[in-house]
């Protein structure tokens, strides 16, 4: 036999590398199988197509038997299947699209009197219509031409393809030309196929126009097993369907993201045969029918997203021997789940895999008899009203992955039978109100665990207490703990966490140095490395390289030490409120070229900015507050076109304001408060037109009060108190329209306040600032300008003239102090038009006359302070203030609480 058969293999072998070398030869030397007309009927259809990539180059031999994607009768060598579906799996890609064939499909297909299977599926007919002719071809029984850019009617000719099995239309489309609509505004012609079709697709097919009897004409279909009629723009769901219907075998049912907006129709309980269903996303309302019972044999039922079915969940689903997958979630479903979960329990061989009930509005109590789902792999709960404890049953699911129970109001203990389940990867406890104590035995054989959140309100005391030197089963990709107290040790258990891509351990008590080790040992895989609020101290290792790191918050610790030298892409640096010292690395930029927010207030940095930041191209928030940073502010900006926050306030910046600052066109944050900046306020900053909040206070600063302000028109705080401005207060300051907060005081100001200030319209109008206020807030991260009010402050100046009538229109004021200048004249008797005022400071100045009545008026006033003007008469008793500290030094002023009494006279006229 061995020697018999060698030959023959080498022969045949030989053959084969022939063939291999040159098909045309081996084609050559045996006689074409095909059928000459159908040859030439493919070759007629081949050249209508356009074909990038060659899929069709083997379309020229004589057989095309054996041409790509073409199939043969092995007895009668008709063509008798053609499969150009796209061969890449990825819709969209490059390489998808590269393989789309396009053109038009020729109407020398009829020829092919035997097809029987065509599947144009996955390619770009840039909305061109399905042919007319394809309708011809009555011998098919599977057609596929979904996903391939047709649009326009369906032609009803594919109602005469009475032998046609599967149809698949699904609609939506890949196509770089654009979205094509493909729609069918009548139905009528599948009853040419009412005794064959048994798969129909007609997904994102638009039958909006198909009118309110689309479901008869499909219960017509008397074999079909899978509809699918997913984003069809379906309007109306019939609540009734006709005796005649004929859907007693279909077995999979998808109507999906369409908007039908009725209440699950009873006819569904006539379909026995069903195992899917799928009714997401439909706007469904109304409660979910207990008619269910009737569908025995159904595995999946999914109604999730309809936002409105309500009322509780019917403990019948509970009794379906063969539910595998339930999604229930994203609706307004109510009461608890007891009845539901009791059914399951009772029903032993239960097959449950999947369960999702998250974002309803559920209650109660989790039952112990949740642990009867032992074959349950995904549990969701989350995002609903749930209370109490993590029942000690958990620890019976043994093929629990994956537990959510996120955003409930969960306010008791978390049982220790959870440390039972072997398999969990994904637990998701974050957003309760846990309280009490997780142990050793919580987590002893959470092999699998990949992923813990676990989050609590900062008031509540979830502990969790874990051996120190204890070393766990699981290796985590991703930690979330929050407000649950893990240190003061920063435990064995988190350092042997190296596989980390995601780590927040917020307000954890941890008060301990964590060992360089870890830090480099997540270095390669972490993005999130947020340490923020502990108590963490000691230095940061100090050359790293993280390759995949987003975020860095290590905010709120003791860390001292100097700024730690990691090479990173992160775009957010938050180190602020620490005890780091020294300068900053002069090569930043190539350290941390991606960085978008560095937040570095609070800390102990010395030596100058460096200038190298000039060069982090896409920086836009710029946090140095309250360091000791000295030396000139960077001069060099020329391309941070991103940078719109900036806050060195309370520093030792001396030099002047640089003018390069003009070409950060998005500066919209200015906060160079508290330094010892001098010169003038460089004109450039008038490109800066998007400015919100500006202070310049206590610095060195001099010159006029610029009068380019005029085009700020979002500037909402302007402070240039303490610096040594001269002057007069200029009328182009009343045409800053967004101006809610100004302070000049303790300038060298003079002259008289402008008439014009009725025209700061936003405190007039009191328009909200809370999207200005915001912006500081970002950048500084300090309550304090969240207290902002509308506010004026010329104290401490040398403003003369009359207490203008015009502020008083400013009727949203609540702060006014012009304290220590040299105004003169009475105070208007309309004062009480400040209605709004909280503070009126206009002491040590000349104003005279008496204290108007109307000042009692306004009832927010809580302080005032009159004392060392020329004001005379008796203190009004409307004025409930007691401190006589307010009125001092007004020698012709009497009355309480001023141990100074009024002549008679005075007091009766003034009453
Ligand atoms: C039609 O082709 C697509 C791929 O283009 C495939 O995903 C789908 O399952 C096919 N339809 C049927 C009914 O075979
Ligand atoms: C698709 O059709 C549009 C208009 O019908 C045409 O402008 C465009 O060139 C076509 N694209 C391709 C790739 O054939
Ligand atoms: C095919 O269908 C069209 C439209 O429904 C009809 O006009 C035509 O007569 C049918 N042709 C055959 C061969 O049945
Ligand atoms: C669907 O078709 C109807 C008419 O049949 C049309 O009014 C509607 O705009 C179409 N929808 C889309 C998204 O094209
Ligand atoms: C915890 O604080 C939140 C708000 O911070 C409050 O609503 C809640 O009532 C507090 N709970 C307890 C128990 O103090
Ligand atoms: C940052 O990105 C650049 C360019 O994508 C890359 O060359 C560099 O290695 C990255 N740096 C780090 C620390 O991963
Ligand atoms: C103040 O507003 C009035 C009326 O809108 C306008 O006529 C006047 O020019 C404004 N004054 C200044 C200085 O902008
Ligand atoms: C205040 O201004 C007045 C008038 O312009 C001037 O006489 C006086 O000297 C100034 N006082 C101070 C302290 O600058």
């Keep these: 036999m061995d020697l018999k058969l060698r030959p023959s293999f080498f022969t045949s072998f030989f053959v084969f590398i022939i063939l291999l070398k040159n098909p045309d030869f081996a084609s050559a030397a045996t006689s074409p199988r095909c059928i000459s007309t159908e040859r030439e009927a493919l070759l007629t259809f081949k050249q209508s197509l356009t074909d990038l990539s060659g899929r069709l180059s083997s379309w020229s031999g004589p057989d095309c038997c054996k041409w790509n994607g073409i199939l043969c009768d092995a007895q009668t060598s008709r063509v008798i299947k053609i499969d150009l579906r796209n061969p890449s799996q990825v819709a969209n890609s490059d390489e998808y699209k590269r393989s789309c064939l396009r053109g038009k499909i020729h109407s020398s297909l009829t020829r092919l009197k035997f097809l029987s299977y065509l599947d144009l599926s996955s390619n770009d007919f840039n909305g061109s219509e399905i042919p007319d002719s394809i309708g011809h071809i009555v011998t098919l029984r599977y057609l596929n031409l979904s996903s391939s850019s047709f649009s326009g009617e369906i032609p009803a000719s594919l109602g005469n393809l009475s032998k046609l099995e599967s149809l698949d239309l699904y609609a939506e489309s890949f196509s770089d030309s654009g979205a094509f609509a493909l729609r069918a505004s009548n139905l009528g012609w599948l009853s040419g196929l009412s005794s064959s079709l048994a798969y129909l697709n007609m997904g994102y097919v638009n039958l909006s126009g198909a009118g309110e009897t689309w479901l008869q004409d499909l219960s017509r279909l008397s074999k079909l097993k899978e509809l699918r009629l997913f984003n069809s723009q379906l309007k109306n769901l019939p609540l009734s369907l006709s005796s005649s219907a004929n859907l007693k075998l279909l077995e999979v049912l998808d109507l999906s993201e369409n908007s039908l907006s009725s209440p699950i129709p009873n006819w569904l309980f006539g379909l026995t045969s069903l195992r899917k269903l799928f009714l997401r996303w439909d706007f469904l309302q109304g409660s979910i029918p207990s008619g269910f019972k009737n569908l025995k044999l159904l595995e999946t039922l999914d109604l999730s997203n309809n936002l409105g079915l309500q009322g509780e969940i019917p403990s019948v689903l509970g009794d379906l021997p063969q539910l595998k997958y339930l999604d229930l979630s994203a609706n307004e479903l109510n009461g608890q789940i007891h009845g539901f979960l009791d059914a399951f329990s009772r029903n032993k061989g239960n097959s449950l895999v999947f369960l999702d009930l998250s974002s309803n509005k559920l209650a109660g109590t989790l039952p112990e008899s949740l642990g009867a789902l032992r074959n349950l792999q995904i549990l969701d709960l989350s995002s609903n009203s749930f209370t109490g404890s993590v029942p000690s049953s958990i620890g019976n699911m043994a093929s629990l992955k994956k537990l959510d129970l996120s955003f409930n109001t969960m306010n008791g203990a ?104 870890w830090f480099s040992g997540i270095s ?44 990173t892409n992160a775009t957010e640096l938050r180190l602020y409120e620490n005890n780091f010292s020294g300068s900053l690395p002069l090569n930043i930029d190539v350290l941390m070229p991606r960085m978008e927010k560095i937040y570095l207030f609070h ?140 302070d000049l005081s303790g300038n060298k100001i003079s002259g008289p306040i402008p008439k014009c200030i009725s025209n700061l319209t936003a405190i007039a109008h009191g328009t909200s600032f809370e999207v200005f206020q915001n912006l500081v807030y970002i950048v500084t991260r300090a309550r304090e300008y969240q207290d902002i009010v509308n506010s004026i402050n010329l104290s401490g100046n040398n403003i003369t003239g009359e207490f203008p009538a015009e502020i008083l229109g400013l009727s949203y004021l609540r702060i006014l102090n012009l304290s220590r ?35 009692g008026a306004i009832s927010s006033l809580q302080r005032l302070n009159l004392s060392f003007n020329k004001l005379e008469g008796s203190i009004p008793k409307v004025l409930k203030f007691e401190d006589p500290s307010i009125y001092i030094g007004n020698e012709l002023l009497c009355g309480k609480p001023l141990p100074k009494k009024c002549p008679r006279d005075i007091n009766s006229r003034l009453l």
């Design 603 to 742: 800390n102990s940095f010395t030596g100058t900015i460096p200038s190298s930041l000039c060069e982090v191209s896409g920086l836009q928030i710029l946090s140095l507050r309250n360091n000791h940073f000295s030396g000139s502010f960077p001069k060099c900006w020329h391309r941070s076109f991103m940078l719109w926050g900036i806050d060195a306030s309370e520093n030792n910046i001396s030099g002047e304001i640089p003018e390069s600052l003009g070409v950060l066109r998005s500066l919209s944050v200015l906060l160079l408060n508290q330094n010892a900046l001098e010169g003038e306020i460089p004109e450039s900053l008038q490109n800066c037109s998007g400015l919100t909040n500006i202070d310049l206070g206590g610095n060195k600063l001099t010159g006029k009060l610029p009068s380019w302000l005029r085009n700020l028109s979002s500037l909402f705080m302007l402070r240039l108190q303490s610096n040594s401005f001269t002057g007069q207060i200029p009328d182009d300051l009343c045409s800053v329209p967004n101006l809610h907060i100004l």
């Design 414 to 517: 978390i049982a220790e039978s959870l440390g039972k389940l072997g398999e969990l990867e994904d637990l998701n406890l974050m957003a309760n109100t846990w309280e009490g104590v997780m142990g050793k035995s919580h987590f002893v054989n959470l092999r699998s665990l990949k992923s813990i959140r676990l989050t609590t309100e900062p008031n509540r005391s979830l502990v969790l207490k874990l051996p120190s030197t204890w070393i766990p089963p699981f290796r985590l990709e991703l930690i979330q703990i929050e407000n649950c107290q893990i240190g003061p040790s920063f435990p064995m258990w988190l350092q042997v966490q190296t596989k980390l891509n995601f780590v927040t351990l917020r307000n954890t008590g941890i008060a301990d140095t964590i060992p360089d080790s």
């Design 821 to 855: 200048n040299s105004m003169a004249g009475s105070i208007p008797g309309k004062i009480s038009e400040l209605s709004r005022l909280e503070t009126l400071d206009l002491s040590r100045n000349r104003f005279s006359g008496a204290i108007p009545q109307s000042l």
């Design 524 to 567: 390669s895989e972490v993005t999130y490395l947020i340490l923020a609020n502990n108590r963490i101290k000691g230095r940061l290792p100090q050359k790293l390289v993280f390759p995949k790191l987003n975020t860095i918050d290590l905010s709120s610790n003791n860390f001292d030490g100097p700024f730690p030298l990691w090479s």
